[in-house]
């Protein structure tokens, strides 16, 4: 965009060079800085070549103002005359280049071409960084191969080796940006912030937990008298895990939204402590949920809550745990209704003691086990939940639901996370493993054979997905429940 009160000068500086061929485009031309600051409130620009001498507002001050609402773009000043104050508060406020009238072509050429080299740096820079943070809430979400992952790693120059912790900064955006910049300068680049919500930093740490604990405490001393609060989740070693830590975080977001009274009100909250030595084992409750056997959940609800009951946890957090646990146990069961969502919430909260708690989850279980029929899904996912059931051992994917359905890929991926919490792929993963677990224990096939009936083609990439999900091997599965399994 051109600025100056000269009608010839503004023309002059259209025909002076070829913008196009030095990869540029005039936007606009505008005679005063109170034009150029309503233009730049409804449109990005890249350069801003202006007068510095205008009889209502300098170009000093048009770029100063526009600095005031964040906007970014480069600078030239134009000038009749040099003056030292000028430049220095030209330069002071990020100005390219100072020319002075009438221009020099070569001059400003050498100028454009210099702002357009660092417009690319830039926009390449910007790429890189959005490739790397959408890797990481492809991750976080489960949705990377472990190609994917390796080549997610490269992007990173520090901090990438396990064990992994995913963390949650919340506060206010300068306070967010000082956060993000506190773990950077100490090797934790995994971060995403900005694109989702500027009000939070995801973090994935790299490193011992005790190592993030001493770090956060220094956070906590920095940011004492400020508005903040970060929750952590589980540490886990392998990477494939790490969405499982992840939903916990989401859990606790969701809670803070709609229960406020039950959770700890602490500037860190740990999703899997009660005390600081001690974890609560989380991510074993979920694995236990995916093997199905009532005797294996009830023996991890009961670490849980010995655990509770040994650290002496107060109400609030043991039900503040409770409420973590069933919310798990409801996305498992898609056999629980709204309404009973609503009723064990209402329990947990008039619970008061810790053994009257850990009564009310075999209640739970009770109520999930004697319910078989699916309630509380729209017809449309309901609709491409079918196709999953019905057509698991064939080459099925959202792509192809979504056409045999007539609705966007796009449209269908995002209802149906939303209502499931699981992406299409990872909902089809679940039913191919529940199927294998039926064949483990009903037939005498082989793993290959299994893996092959459910619509694997690959044996090792069908052990992988097993253990990934139940924690042990099909094998293990095997041995441990073929005599023995009483199905959630």
């Known amino acids: 965009m051109f600025v100056d009160d000269e009608y010839m000068i503004l023309e002059g500086l259209k025909m002076i060079v070829d913008w196009s061929a030095l990869g540029f485009e005039v936007v606009e031309t505008v005679k005063s800085a109170t034009e150029a600051l309503q233009y730049l409130e409804s449109h990005a620009i890249d350069l801003l070549i202006t007068d510095i001498n205008m009889p209502e507002m300098s170009g000093i001050e048009l770029v100063k103002q526009a600095q005031v609402k964040n906007r970014d773009f480069f600078t030239i000043i134009l000038s009749g005359y040099q003056e030292f104050e000028f430049v220095k508060k030209g330069m002071q406020l990020g100005v390219k280049n100072y020319l002075v009238k009438p221009v020099n072509k070569e001059e400003l050429k050498r100028s454009v071409l210099e702002i357009h080299a660092e417009l690319e740096k830039r926009q390449q820079q910007e790429q890189k960084e959005l490739y790397r943070e959408t890797g990481l809430i492809l991750w976080l979400n ?41 773990f950077w300068n100490r090797g934790q680049q995994m971060a995403v912030y900005g694109r989702l919500n500027e009000d939070q930093l995801i973090l994935i740490y790299s490193g011992s937990r005790q190592q993030l604990l001493l770090l956060i405490r220094e956070l906590e001393q920095h940011f004492s008298g400020e508005h903040w609060q970060i929750i952590v989740g589980e540490t886990i070693e392998e990477w494939e895990t790490l969405y499982k830590s992840y939903e916990k975080i989401k859990q606790i977001q969701s809670l803070q939204a709609f229960y406020p009274d039950l959770l700890p009100h602490e500037r860190v909250l740990k999703v899997d402590t009660v005390n600081k030595e001690e974890e609560l084992p989380f991510l074993s409750f979920n694995k236990a949920l995916m093997i199905g056997d009532i005797k294996t959940i009830c023996q991890e609800l009961d670490r849980i809550f010995d655990q509770l009951l040994a650290a002496q946890a107060d109400p609030e957090q043991v039900k503040y745990v409770s409420f973590l646990l069933f919310t798990d146990i409801y996305r498992q069961s898609p056999a629980l209704s709204v309404d009973d969502y609503e009723t064990m919430i209402a329990e947990i909260r008039k619970g008061n003691t810790i053994v009257e708690l850990r009564c009310l989850f075999d209640e739970i279980l009770e109520k999930t086990k004697g319910q078989t029929d699916q309630k509380r899904y729209s017809e449309t996912v309901q609709h ?96 441990t429940y073929r005599e023995g399994y009483d199905s959630l």
Do not use: C, W
């Open 142 to 182: 489960n949705e990377l191969n472990d190609g994917e992952f390796q080549g997610l790693l490269k992007q990173f120059s520090s901090g990438t080796q396990p064990p992994y912790t995913p963390l949650l900064f919340s506060s206010e955006k300068a306070i967010v940006e000082t956060a993000a910049e506190y």
């Open 384 to 479: 491409a939940i079918d196709i999953i059931t019905n057509d698991y051992t064939e080459e099925i994917s959202l792509k192809s639901a979504a056409e045999s359905l007539h609705l966007s890929v796009v449209y269908l991926g995002q209802i149906f996370k939303k209502e499931t919490e699981l992406s299409f792929n990872q909902y089809l993963n679940h039913v191919r493993i529940k199927k294998a677990q039926h064949l483990l224990l009903h037939t005498q096939q082989t793993i290959n054979e299994i893996s092959e009936a459910i619509g694997y083609n690959n044996t090792n990439y069908f052990s992988k997905m097993f253990k990934k999900l139940n924690g042990i091997t099909p094998k293990e599965f095997r041995d």
